[in-house]
């Protein structure tokens, strides 16, 4: 079995290249993904082992990259897009949301469009404006997609693949501050054997708080559970990994048990991901829960300056200052 | 005409002593046929390419017919939506010349991606006019395999579709099958409208930059709903092409023949690898941008009455009757065909039953969706529930 020591990055870019060896369907398409490997260097190489025709630069404009991939996906084409940054894919929001998201719709299942559209996310790297947004729910309330993210290296092998595979149109964030991140990668395991996609994982089992988190979020919330077990409580800790759809079989069993739950995004609440969390959670676990559904989560502003945004998004204190209120009911 | 492969134009920059550089009264325009049902020989576009056809009898006899069928396929369509049994309908009335002609000039390997109102090109790819009906009645998303037809789904947000046949050819150069004869090419069809959209205009320099087998088909019939040409540009549009790095021609929208033409020579460039260009068919919306719409609130009846001169089906008429092409007896033969398709079009769409309401959850993913199902579910016993009461 060969297993490596891998950063997300370095994952992601070794699932894209498994996925352009298995399917001469696959290609990747962005600006910036050739000769540069991507401003993230997550398609390292992959132009000049697989050529131009394969891994495209595309001209700047993030509607047409979309919307070529359509293209490209009615020809029988496989797309991986690749947008720069969070904040520049609204451009393309209309590609995705009116025909991406509709196309297997409208054509009464005859078409499909298996696109992966894969958007570095959130903050925390101390950029400028629009770098370090979190627009997973624009994205998961819309029907017809679905939206994935990974949070650790062998995820984002694996997930990256999957989607790829999938014939749906998929979302792919990417927790761009955690890309330097290292873990170890099962690098042979085949895929038809893998943990499937669109389902959660508990990452720390606990017995007194559940705490959601997904993404960037995650290893937050393992080192919450980390000093919260210092303190004699214990979290349990579930990365959500499908944001649509949400898998919230763990979740609610867990609850169930723990009776309390503790939501964790980067995104603003309102409106947001935890809102959706905690109206399932209660609905599904209301005789359980000794304390509503607490979400601790990026404010509702525009992203702050670089300089604020410890303070915008949610740390490891923020988390337990939430677990610690759910005692208080 | 049968479908498929009809009729041919001849390509050559070899000046002609009969052609003639545009029609009278506008030098950019092509035309091969007149409003009076004169035929030219030749003309020239822009950049001296030299346009003719070379058609038999019974070709234009088959273009006359495409017309007709069309025109009366259309007009049963509005007519439909006046009497309740559509919720909308787009009429191409006035623009079928342009449709027919463009949609004749496609070889049986092109790709179309049509607009909403695109029911001409797709009668000429072979498609069965209900097909678009069911998005109109309200009874489905009007949705097809658009690789079964070589017809993409009708695209309503404008513009959309251009970016779609830009990938799509793109994805025909990859595949190797540009640079012969047999090459395939993709033409995406829009309007003048659409030209101010920004996927119509990032299309163009994607198509441009990568040398996409396509053929950017504008018909310009003058108005967006309400907003005329002036609105959208302040040059003709067809020169804008020059700007993103490849040729464009108007043509003669209610000129059948010149439109294949022109369409025809563009289409065979693309799939021989000469990139794209941008063909714009100059032509005249007659009705309304759609049921919903009032054209007398924003144009005076003159101006429709110039255009109603300018007729694409009328001028073909006076051709066929005039080299005595065609006789009384084909053009009631016509008529009575198309009486006969429209009645047969009526019948069906009026049987096309309302779909059960638990089908709305079908098909929104093609690997489903567990949330999904359990919503199903959920409505169905919802809709249980009420079995056997007085609701």
Known sequence: ?329 | MAKGDPGGTTRSRRAASRSRKGAAGDPALVQLLTPEGERIDSATGPDGTEYRVDFTDEEYRGLYRDLVLVRKLDAEATALQRQGELGLWASLLGQEAAQVGSGRALRTQDMAFPTYREHGVLYCRGIDPIMPLGLFRGVDQGGWDPNEFKFNMYTIVIGAQTLHATGYAMGITIDGKTGTDDGEAAIAYFGDGATSQGDVNEAFVWASVFNAPLVFFCQNNQYAISEPLERQTRVPLYQRAAGFGFPGVRVDGNDVLATYAVTRTALDNARLGQGPSLIEAYTYRMGAHTTSDDPTRYRIASEVEAWQAKDPIARVKAFLEKQQIADAGFFAEVDEQARRESVHLRERVLEMPDPEPVTMFDHVYPNGSPLLDEQRAKFSRYMESFEGSAH
């Open chain 1, 1 to 329: 079995m060969a297993t490596e020591t891998l950063t997300i990055g370095k994952a992601l870019n070794t699932g894209l290249r498994r996925a352009l060896e298995n399917d001469p369907k696959v290609i990747i398409m962005g600006e910036d993904v050739g000769k540069l490997g991507g401003v993230f260097r997550i398609t390292d190489g992959l132009q000049k082992d697989f050529g131009d025709q394969r891994v495209i630069d595309t001209p700047l404009a993030e509607s047409g990259i979309i919307g070529t991939a359509v293209g490209l996906a009615i020809r029988g084409y496989r797309p991986v897009c690749e947008i720069q940054f969070d904040g520049f894919v609204y451009p393309a929001y209309d590609q995705i949301v009116s025909q991406v998201a509709k196309m297997h719709y409208r054509s009464g299942g005859r078409l499909s469009i298996p696109m992966v559209i894969r958007i570095p996310f959130g903050g925390g790297i101390g950029a400028v404006e629009h770098h370090s947004e979190s627009p997973e729910a624009y994205f998961a309330h819309t029907a017809g997609l679905k939206v994935v993210t990974c949070a650790n290296p062998q995820d984002a092998y694996v997930m990256i693949q999957q989607a790829i595979a999938s014939d749906d149109p998929i979302v792919f964030l990417e927790p761009k501050r955690r890309y330097w991140e290292k873990g170890q990668v099962d690098l042979d395991a085949p895929l038809s054997d893998a943990y499937p996609l669109h389902s959660a994982r508990v990452v720390r089992p606990g017995t007194d708080v559940t705490v959601l988190a997904y993404g960037p979020m995650v290893r937050t919330c393992l080192e919450a559970a980390t000093a919260a077990a210092e303190d004699g409580r214990e979290l349990e800790v579930i990365d959500l990994r499908s944001l649509s759809p949400l898998d919230l079989t763990a979740a609610y069993e867990s609850v169930k048990r723990t009776g309390r739950a503790v939501v964790v995004h980067e995104a603003p609440s309102n409106i947001g991901l935890g809102a959706e969390l905690a109206a399932r959670i209660t609905e599904e676990c209301f005789y359980s829960l000794e304390s509503p559904v607490l979400r601790v989560t990026g404010f509702d502003i525009p992203y702050p300056a670089a300089r604020v945004e410890e303070e915008f998004l949610p740390d490891l204190d923020r988390v337990l200052d939430a677990v610690d209120r759910t005692f208080g009911w």
